[in-house]
């Protein structure tokens, strides 16, 4: 169960759910205009078993903490987020 934090929020556990993903080529990455809150992508690929660090992983913090890794082959956009602006 996951714990609350000091709110009385629910504190997400990220060993247990999350992954770092990882792209199978270079030609395969996803576009970053995508990478919007919002947006639905399904990935077909697996999950790797030992806890690593994804290969050209772009991180903020000089030594990230190594995690799941799961390897995309393949992705669809199910739902694009739109982002409404000015109109050229």
Do not use: C
């Given at each position: 169960?996951?714990?609350?934090?000091?709110?009385?929020?629910?504190?997400?556990?990220?060993d247990k759910h999350g992954f770092y993903i990882?792209?199978?080529?270079?030609?395969?990455?996803?576009?970053?205009?995508?990478?919007?809150?919002?947006?639905?992508?399904?990935?077909?690929?697996?999950?790797?078993e030992n806890k690593r660090l994804p290969k050209?992983?772009?991180?903020?913090?000089?030594?990230?903490?190594?995690?799941?890794?799961?390897?995309?082959?393949?992705?669809?956009?199910?739902?694009?987020?739109?982002?409404?602006?000015?109109?050229?």
């Amino acid at each position: 169960m996951d714990k609350l934090d000091p709110r009385g929020q629910i504190e997400f556990d990220l060993d247990k759910h999350g992954f770092y993903i990882e792209a199978a080529s270079k030609e395969l990455k996803i576009d970053w205009r995508t990478q919007i809150n919002g947006t639905t992508v399904r990935l077909i690929g697996r999950e790797y078993e030992n806890k690593r660090l994804p290969k050209d992983g772009e991180f903020t913090v000089p030594d990230p903490p190594k995690g799941r890794v799961f390897r995309y082959y393949s992705y669809e956009i199910l739902r694009p987020y739109q982002v409404w602006g000015p109109h050229k």
